[in-house]
């Protein structure tokens, strides 16, 4: 069974930092593109960033280019999102995503994620 359970969100100022996990387990990382959404209330859920790591592919939206990375640990058991520079417009619940995947991944759909984990909060304060 595929698990993903996200952790690390809570409240930073303004140009703060935080880091992201996700766990997950029941299945290989080789196999699957795992991604990090985020939803602010009353938008959209949006794609942030994502890895297909057996190619070494990641993608970021525009918005966080050059403040998040994502990454996965040595053992490819979790997933991580560093922020720095944090912006206000960055509060958002986070969400981490996965579907097996032959050979990139993509931030563009929802629907192309199969497994979804519950979401952690972060806000960003002024």
């Known amino acids: 069974e595929v698990q993903l359970v996200e952790s690390g969100g809570g409240l930073v100022q303004a140009g703060g930092s935080l880091r992201l996990s996700c766990a997950a387990s029941g299945f290989s990382f080789d196999d699957y593109a795992i991604a990090w959404f985020r939803q602010a209330p009353g938008k959209s859920r949006e794609g942030v960033s994502c890895?297909?790591?057996?190619?070494?592919?990641?993608h970021d939206r525009d918005s966080v280019k050059g403040r998040f990375t994502i990454s996965t640990d040595n053992a490819k058991t979790t997933v991580y999102l560093q922020m720095s520079s944090l912006k206000p417009e960055d509060t958002a619940v986070y969400y981490c995503?996965?579907?097996?995947?032959?050979?990139?991944?993509?931030?563009?759909?929802?629907?192309?994620?199969?497994?979804w984990g519950r979401g952690t909060q972060v806000t960003v304060s002024s």
């Open positions: 995503a996965a579907v097996r995947a032959t050979g990139d991944c993509t931030i563009k759909s929802t629907f192309y994620y199969d497994y």
């Open positions: 890895i297909f790591s057996r190619h070494h592919i990641t």
